[in-house]
């Protein structure tokens, strides 16, 4: 071998090459970079995954590499999962016979799902986490070690972790070799990589306990799962722990229980939300707002029913790609009392429905089928295109009861959904309307902190139907569009739909958490399937495509979003209740009310607090029921024309003419202004590393 086949090459962030000798490891280029470096240095990427320093760096051509130090997103996931071994090595030590699960890193921090003889609780949290601060203490490395499956098996079966031996005979039975990582006596499966001292973990806390099954099959044990999180300083960790706090705070279930928006009721069933008076005010708003835009950009409204035979879905794909997630069809009572004459079966019916010997109806998972059906009604011109259909459609979906919460993960919803049948030519134009729709949504919502995903196909998934062809061009078209934004975005193989890709806005809200909300995607696939076509100028028959789009998204996960993002309090457009009239007295009542007549005539939705109460526990019931303006009425004022006006955000105006103090709420209110809280700081990002096997 070569002076040079013996050398490893690096290529380093700034382009430059550097060899070392073979056998070199990420610590020792590292080392050769400088002892500034080395003493920083958490773990490393090469070639784009995240390795230990540890790593020993392949012969061959040159290498990627660059060293992770605690400002690096990745590296933070790195400390967090060798974070989760010593908790659950610390578990261990404090309860003998624990079984170990998994333990992955998450969005925020990390859990490890344990089986346990006796169940944990929060008030096992201070002496695991006394254990925790012990071990590591001990700064005992993280020690990597090989194995074959069969010897990894057989460890296992040593250690009596039959939840470890299950997976490796199951989940890695093609895997020729495994690796482990040691930590004293602690002993786990575990792909890595981890940090080279337990002593980066710089802060963490145990947060809470879940039930989880085994591999998330219902039909298998419930295991404990342990959720936690860890920083690099105590700093971090305490902002972290705030913004749970506040999250809390603004829970939308709480607030939405609190303010008497919406309603969720097992007789009528979970996911099914029952709007109320004052949340039906702000989705008629949110609706009314974005119809306004809709008209401008010449959308024609439609209806379609909320059910659909079977043939239309599959069709389209929806059934039964997305049978698990969808309610059962419903069947012909006269059929099906002749299938199960026949004996037919659950499996039986399932084959007959997913092959189309038998038909049925769908509560409809997509809107699109019946958009597209009502572009199929009529032959189509050129000259018509682009035909923008809009509805407010509702779609259901049967998601596990696990997963429901509140308005954010329901079962039945409501998109502000759009279907634009376009020629090739119009593609581009009209995906950068439907992205101007979402910014105009996001600004009148104060949600400036976003950014854009282009969701692509995997390329190794047999998920994904149509032509590669048609799959370029599609996704050609997003990454243009999404480059107009003047706005970075990220490309993410693997999260478009089956029939496109799709453009998505990532917000940030004011606490720093991300919400995925508004979408846009392109479709040159389900036009192909339904056969759709238009006659263009040649008088020839061709294909248009298909945009989907939806600025809101799902409205009941738009208005969740905003409870929390707005901590309860609307802006004043939005609000149920914009402005609440107190009287000092019973003397002011007369007064009041005429006042209060003004203010309806004007279009403002106002209440009144007429009792005979002190005017001080008047006022807190209104802070409570977060009203943006309180207007106070005393004896003086009906002398004066006067009222005084107390603003949520700004408190007390002082005294003002009634039209002064009308013309202010108009103007707020036609200007959709939005006077948003003190954000918090952001959390330092992390990227979730892949820990597990």
């Not at 201070?126 to 990597?144: K, S, V």
């Not at 070690?145 to 990894?152: G, W």
């Not at 010449?298 to 389209?316: A, E, I, M, N």
């Not at 009941?556 to 209740?577: D, K, N, Q, S, Y």
């Amino acid at each position: 071998m070569s002076v040079v086949e013996s050398q490893v090459s690096i290529q380093l962030p700034d382009g430059s090459v550097k060899q070392f000798p073979a056998g070199a490891t990420c610590r020792d280029v590292a080392a050769g970079i400088g002892a500034g470096l080395l003493k920083a240095a958490v773990a490393a990427v090469v070639d784009g995954v995240v390795v230990g320093l540890d790593y020993v760096l392949p012969l061959g051509q040159p290498v990627a590499l660059q060293i992770l130090t605690k400002k690096d997103p990745a590296a933070l996931g790195v400390m967090r999962h060798s974070c989760a071994h010593v908790m659950a090595r610390a578990i261990m030590r404090l309860r003998q016979g624990t079984r170990l699960a998994f333990g992955p890193t998450i969005e925020g921090g990390f859990y490890y799902d344990f089986e346990l003889a006796e169940p944990l609780t929060d008030n096992d949290f201070p002496a695991i986490e006394a254990e925790m601060r012990r071990l590591i203490a001990l700064d005992e490395p993280f020690e990597r070690l090989e194995r074959s499956l069969d010897e990894a098996i057989q460890l296992c079966q040593d250690l009596d972790q039959p939840l470890k031996v299950e997976h490796l005979q199951s989940g890695l039975a093609e895997h020729e070799q495994v690796s482990f990582y040691r930590q004293g006596e602690f002993l786990d499966l575990c792909r890595g990589p981890h940090i080279p001292s337990p002593k980066w973990i710089g802060a963490f806390k145990l947060l809470s306990i879940a039930g989880a099954y085994w591999k998330g099959d219902q039909s298998r044990q419930v295991l404990q799962r342990v959720y936690a999180t860890a920083f690099f300083t105590q700093e971090d960790l305490d902002a972290h722990l705030q913004r749970i706090e506040e999250a809390k705070r603004r829970d939308h279930r709480v607030l939405g229980r609190q303010l008497g928006l919406f309603h969720i009721d097992d007789m009528v069933g979970q996911g099914l939300i029952l709007w109320t008076p004052k949340g039906s005010i702000v989705r008629q708003e949110l609706q009314d707002f974005i119809s306004q835009h809709l008209k401008r950009q010449g959308y024609s409204q439609v209806f379609t029913p909320h059910v659909g035979k079977l043939d239309l879905y599959r069709t389209s794909g929806h059934f039964p790609y997305y049978q698990d997630s969808q309610y059962p069809p419903l069947i012909d009572r006269d059929q099906l009392a002749a299938l199960a004459e026949e004996g037919c079966d659950c499996a039986k019916l399932s084959d007959l429905m997913k092959s189309g010997d038998i038909d049925g109806y769908l509560l409809k998972p997509m809107n699109c089928p019946h958009h597209i059906k009502i572009y199929q009604s009529q032959p189509r011109s050129y000259r018509e295109l682009p035909l923008r259909l809009a509805e407010f459609g509702t779609v259901y979906r049967f998601e596990q009861s696990g997963e429901l919460g509140g308005l954010t993960r329901v079962r039945g919803f409501t998109q502000d959904d759009a279907h634009l049948f376009v020629r090739p030519d119009q593609v581009a134009d009209e995906i950068r309307g439907c992205l101007e729709l979402v910014k105009i949504v996001f600004a009148a919502m104060g949600m400036e902190d976003y950014h854009v995903r282009v969701g692509l196909r995997d390329p190794h998934s047999d998920k994904y139907v149509g032509s590669d062809e048609n799959w370029q061009q599609a996704e050609a078209a997003c990454r243009e569009a999404a480059a107009t934004l003047g706005k970075p975005f990220s490309e993410e193989p693997g999260e478009a739909a089956f029939y496109g890709p799709k453009i998505d806005f990532v917000v940030r809200d004011c606490i720093g958490r991300h919400w995925q909300l508004g979408t846009v995607q392109v479709d040159y696939n389900l036009p192909e399937r339904f056969d759709l076509s238009y006659t263009g100028s040649d008088n020839r028959p061709h294909r248009p495509i298909m945009i989907h789009r939806a600025p809101f998204g799902s409205m009941e996960r738009f208005v969740g979003v905003l409870i929390e993002h707005f901590a309860g309090v609307f802006p004043l457009w939005l609000a149920p209740e914009q402005v609440r009239l107190l009287t000092v007295s019973e003397k002011s009542v007369d007064y009041a009310q005429q006042v209060e007549a003004e203010f309806r005539a004007a279009g403002l939705r106002v209440s009144s607090d007429y009792r005979g109460e002190k005017l001080g526990g008047k006022i807190r019931d209104g802070q409570l029921e977060k009203v943006p303006y309180m207007v106070i009425i005393g004896p003086r004022d009906a002398e004066a024309g006067t009222v005084s006006v107390r603003d949520r955000h700004e408190g007390d105006l002082g005294a003002m003419p009634v039209a002064a103090a009308l013309q202010r709420f108009v103007d707020e209110i036609r200007e959709k202004r939005v006077r948003q809280v003190a954000q918090l700081a952001p959390p330092p990002e992390q990227t979730v590393v892949a820990n597990e096997y």
